[in-house]
Nanobody, 123 residues
């Protein structure tokens, strides 16, 4: 059974940094694109970042480019999201997801999802 478990969320002041991790129990983890999405209260889930199976090519939402960095360690079946220069508008539940498709930004293309971790940025 596939499981994605996020960790690392919490409360941080605006301008601060936070790191998220997602541990995946996928037998063929290294063949999946991994993505991060977020959902704020009353809003739709939105794309944040994705990384290819090799850990090379990445795709970022314009709103986080230059501030967030996604990486992966295929030996540990884990992906990471380093978030710098955080803003109050980054407050959301952050979800990790896995896709067989190459670097998709749409939720419909992701096959597996984690339960999410809350990130709150105080102004």
């Amino acid at each position: 059974q596939v499981q994605l478990v996020e960790s690392g969320g919490g409360l941080v002041q605006a301008g601060g940094s936070l790191g998220l991790s997602c541990a995946a129990s996928i037998r063929t983890f290294s063949s999946y694109t991994m993505g991060w999405f977020r959902q704020a209260p009353g809003k739709e889930r939105e794309f944040v970042a994705a990384i290819s199976w090799s850990g090379g090519p990445t795709n970022y939402a314009d709103s986080v480019k230059g501030r967030f960095t996604m990486s992966r360690d295929n030996a540990k079946n884990t992906v990471y999201l380093r978030m710098n220069s955080l803003k109050p508008e980054d407050t959301a539940v952050y979800y990790c997801a896995a896709a067989a498709k190459y670097l998709p930004a749409e939720t419909v293309h992701y096959d597996y999802w984690g339960q999410g971790t809350q990130v709150t940025v105080a102004s």
